[in-house]
Every structure is written in structure tokens, then in C-alpha cells.
């Protein structure tokens, strides 16, 4: 058994000298440092948002449990005022009470009356010295917990300034997150208005093309027409060579000799 805790050991001192003196922790670093950015990219964006609101929501919950304990703390403050205000009282009593009992010893006077009743001055005495002394320790004690009020309160003003802050810090948390939400839509608006832009682009080209078809078959159905006029070789008209003045006027004498002739005839 303990020769098995003592490999255990070993391992680990290995290991660990091996991750803190060699590039091998280096690398396990950097990997590590890849996979986490790399999970944190891959996070949306609106995912990350709506987690740092509950983070913020959460800061109420936090606020009233300081809430709580500086409620708490303002109690204790005030009954510390009160038991100050107390010993004060009951001190300015007892000093009266040894100052009249100082000059009451030292008057010349062998006994002392006190309401009526007379008392030794060796009874004062020692009555004066319990009296001084309980006296002191009030003092002294009534000084200490002046400066206990004093730490507290200093410690309340503190604790209501963090607490202020955070209120304070809280509410430019809630403005920043609904100015990330508003830069997030209008991202989004963006990538909307780019993919319309692509589908336009797709528009276009279909337009395009359907444009170059109706082109290449207007091509195609003028080239049938052409086709179709020059197939017969009848229908190509043949310029006729024109005729020549005698030509003509010979075709007129002979159309109207022929005519003259058949009057002629006609009359005998």
C-alpha cells in the first residue's frame, strides 16, 4: 500500500514537473486556450446577451442581502448609540458624586452627612476609591465603544456607498445590454437586407438569361423566315434588260399598223 501511494506521488511530481519545465504545458495551454475560444465563438451571440441580463437580474438578489445586513447593521448602531447615551448619563453622575465626595474629604470636617446620615472619613475614603475606580473603567469603556460606534458608522457610510454603486452600476449594465440588443437587430436588419441583396443578384441573372434566350430565338425564327423566302429559286425577281428606243417604237408601230390594217379591212 505504500509503496503504491509512493508511485502515486512520484506520477504526479513527474507530471507536474513535466507541465511546469517543458514545452509540453505550454502547449496544453494554448490548446486549451483554442477549444475555449473556440466554444466561446460558437455561442450565439443573442444566447450571451439574454445570459448577461440574468447576470444582472441577479444583482437584486444580491443588493437585498446587503440590504438586509446593513439594516442589521444600522440596529446595532443605534442601540450602541443608546447604550453610549446611557453610560454618559449615569458617568455625569458619578462624577458629581466624587467631586462632591473630594471636597467633602477635604473640608476639615471629621464626619460627613449624606441625607441625613453621617459617614466617617475613612468610610468616604475608601468609598471615593471604589467609586473613582469604577469610574475609569466606565470611562475607558464608554471611550471604546465611541470608537466601535465610529468604526461602524464608517463601516455603514462604506457599505451604503458599494451599495449605491452597485445600483449605479447595475443600471448602466441594464442601458449597455439594450444598447447591445439594439446593435444586434440592426446587425441582423443588415444580414436580412444582404441576403435580399443576393437574392436580386439571382433575379437579375435569371432575367438576364431569359433576356438572351428571347435573343438568340428571335435570331432563330428571323433566320426561318429568311430561309423560307429564298428556298425557291421562282420567287428571286430577275432584273429584265431594258429595251432599246427602236425596240419600243417599232413595238408601237407594229401594235398600231396591226390596228390600222384591221380597220382597213373592216371598211371595204
Request: hydrophobic share 35%; net charge positive; charged share 35%.
Amino acid at each position: 500500500m505504500i509503496r503504491k501511494v509512493g508511485f502515486s506521488a512520484l506520477a504526479v511530481a513527474v507530471a507536474l514537473f513535466v507541465l511546469s519545465h517543458t514545452r509540453v504545458g505550454s502547449y496544453m495551454n494554448v490548446s486549451w486556450n483554442k477549444v475555449r475560444n473556440c466554444t466561446a465563438k460558437q455561442v450565439p451571440i443573442e444566447f450571451e446577451i439574454e445570459r448577461i441580463r440574468n447576470e444582472v437580474a441577479q444583482l437584486v438578489p444580491d443588493m437585498n442581502k446587503h440590504l438586509s445586513a446593513i439594516a442589521e447593521e444600522k440596529v446595532q448602531i443605534e442601540t450602541l448609540k443608546d447604550e453610549i447615551a446611557t453610560v454618559r448619563i449615569n458617568l455625569k453622575q458619578q462624577k458629581e458624586n466624587i467631586l462632591t465626595m473630594t471636597h467633602d474629604l477635604e473640608s476639615n470636617n471629621e464626619q460627613i452627612v449624606y441625607d441625613g446620615r453621617p459617614y466617617s472619613k475613612s468610610r468616604i475614603k475608601e468609598k471615593l476609591d471604589r467609586d473613582f475606580a469604577s469610574y475609569k473603567r466606565a470611562d475607558a469603556e464608554l471611550k471604546s465603544r465611541e470608537q466601535l460606534l465610529e468604526a461602524k458608522e464608517r463601516s455603514l457610510g462604506a457599505a451604503l456607498d458599494q451599495l449605491g454603486s452597485m445600483r449605479d452600476q447595475k443600471r448602466e449594465l441594464e442601458v449597455a445590454v439594450a444598447q447591445l440588443e439594439a446593435d444586434l437587430k440592426a446587425v441582423r436588419l443588415e444580414q436580412t437586407k444582404s441576403k435580399f441583396q443576393l437574392d436580386d443578384s439571382r433575379l437579375a441573372q435569371i432575367k438576364a438569361s431569359l433576356a438572351d434566350i428571347r435573343s438568340r430565338l428571335r435570331g432563330e425564327q428571323i433566320e426561318a423566315e429568311l430561309k423560307g423566302q429564298f428556298a425557291n429559286d421562282n420567287s428571286i425577281p430577275v432584273e429584265k434588260k431594258a429595251k432599246s428606243s427602236t425596240e419600243v417604237t417599232k413595238e408601237v408601230r407594229e401594235y398600231f399598223n396591226d390596228k390600222a390594217d384591221t380597220k382597213v379591212a373592216e371598211n371595204k
